[in-house]
Every structure is written in C-alpha cells, then in structure tokens.
C-alpha cells in the first residue's frame, strides 16, 4: 500500500495551498480517508476525514470553515484545500487510509501515508 501525498510548500498567511494525495495498491474505494497533522511539539491531530462515497465529511475544529475535504474514487485521489491558512496551520500534513473501525480522530486503524511539509509564515 502506497499513499503518496503532495502539494505541501512555504506559503503566506492568508494564502492557500491544495494537498493532493494518491493512493495505489489498495481498492481505494473501501477506505475513509483522512488528513492528519503533525507540528513540532505536537501531538497527531486529524484535519478532516471523508467517507467511502464522497457525501459525508468531517472536519477537525482547526479545519472548520477552512479546509475542505474531497475524493475521486475513480482516480484513487483525495483532495485538501486549505484556505485562509495561519501560521499556527503549519505542520506535516499526512494522508490516511481508514483500515478499521471507531471514530475518525482515532489515530489506530489507518494505513499513513508519507507527510508533506506546509509551512505559513507570517
């Protein structure tokens, strides 16, 4: 199993950066997918989370209003846009595939994918 994340950069606050992540070798359509992040110092914390068909998502606090979630099953490909982005937004972001069961802020029960950098500065 891959997931292959990318579209992470240095960007102003303010400004806004789409995150794209790939998947191969899993049927991507059986998966929730989500995006965590992960400061420095910090704890792993979830961004946004979208279910198997693409109708529902759920949206980590820092992410409300900001960040939406997407999915293109037919690509394998899930999508964040992140808009309005604050410094305190900077982070390794991480694609996620849903492998088990139990909420989505639930760090067990996902496949990760490699991280991706964005930095905001000020």
């Known amino acids: 199993v891959q997931l292959q994340a990318s579209g992470g950069g240095l960007v102003q606050a303010g400004g806004s950066l789409r995150l794209t992540c790939g998947a191969s070798?899993?049927?991507?359509?059986?998966?929730?997918m989500a995006w965590f992040r992960q400061a420095p110092g910090k704890e792993r914390e979830i961004v946004a989370a979208?279910?198997?068909?693409?109708?529902?998502?759920y949206y980590g606090d820092s992410a409300k209003g900001r960040f939406t979630i997407s999915r293109d099953n037919a690509k394998s490909t899930v999508t964040l846009e992140m808009n309005n982005l604050k410094p305190e937004d900077t982070a390794i972001y991480y694609c996620?595939?849903?492998?088990?069961?139990?909420?989505?802020?639930?760090?067990?029960?996902?496949?990760w994918g490699q991280g991706t950098l964005v930095t905001v500065s000020s």
């Open positions: 996620a595939a849903r492998s088990g069961s139990g909420p989505y802020d639930e760090l067990s029960g996902y496949i």
């Open positions: 979208i279910n198997l068909s693409g109708d529902g998502t």
């Open positions: 070798g899993v049927t991507f359509s059986r998966h929730p």
